[in-house]
């Protein structure tokens, strides 16, 4: 069965670049009909969806977060990664990659995730 | 902005029916999916396209949605099912949308 893992820094300075990889195992990145996405959680708060990307590199990221985030593809290592710049310590959470099931239009549901990793933004 | 409203906390009694709603504007037009996190967890999918369970997913979760409500039902509470339980459903216009979470005491 496909499983994610999420792997980078725990700890990010101010007004630098949050810089996270996903490597999915138990299957490829290239399956079709799946989108490979990014979720963060707030401490002792809800879900917030950050993006998504297809094997084929187009990408669809959440408006409230499009002018700071990246998210790229590598199907040779099969990984996806997210980058977001310019952070807070509005932008500390747990962040989650999730394989995402494509809908007619858009998305239908998450599953599996990955075990999340918290990031801090601290000095 | 598209919003899914979830009631911030349910309490049941173990063996009884526990139900959680997610109201948003014509949510019933379109496919809602629901998951399970316990703390330290991650979030596991129990209920896709409205009314269906992944493998692996006890009988005792059922969904339902029409209207402006999502319904996430689980019938003989057990223990175990004490957890935050999350909406989510897909909008044209805002992408991705999750309820704020309702948090499942089992008493």
């Known amino acids: 069965q496909v499983q994610l893992q999420e792997s980078g820094p725990g700890l990010v300075k101010p007004s630098q670049t949050l810089s996270l990889t996903c490597t999915v195992s138990g299957g490829s990145i290239r399956s079709s009909g799946y989108y490979w996405t990014w979720i963060r959680q707030h401490p002792g708060k809800g879900l917030e969806w950050i993006g998504y990307?297809?094997?084929?590199?187009?990408?669809y990221y959440n408006p409230s977060l499009k002018s700071r985030v990246s998210i790229s593809v590598d199907t040779s290592k099969d990984q996806f990664s997210l980058k977001l710049n310019s952070v807070t310590a509005a932008d500390t959470a747990v962040y989650y990659c999730a394989r995402a099931r494509i809908a007619a239009t858009g998305i239908d549901w998450f599953d599996p995730w990955g075990q999340g990793t918290l990031v801090t933004v601290s000095s | 902005s598209y919003e899914l409203t979830q009631p911030p906390s349910v309490s049941v009694s173990p063996g009884q029916t526990a139900s959680i709603s997610c109201s948003g504007d014509q949510l019933g037009n379109k496919y809602a999916c629901w998951y399970q996190q316990k703390p330290g967890q991650s979030p596991v999918l129990v209920i896709y396209?409205?009314?269906k369970r992944p493998s692996g997913i006890p009988e005792r979760f059922s969904g339902s949605n029409s209207g402006n409500t999502a319904t996430l039902t689980i019938s003989g509470t057990q223990a175990i099912d004490e957890a935050d339980y999350y909406c989510?459903?897909?909008?044209?216009?805002?992408?991705?949308?999750f309820g704020g979470g309702t948090k499942l005491t089992v008493l």
């Open positions: 989510q459903a897909w909008d044209s216009s805002h992408g991705v949308v």
């Open positions: 990307i297809y094997y084929s590199g187009s990408t």
């Open positions: 396209q409205n009314t």
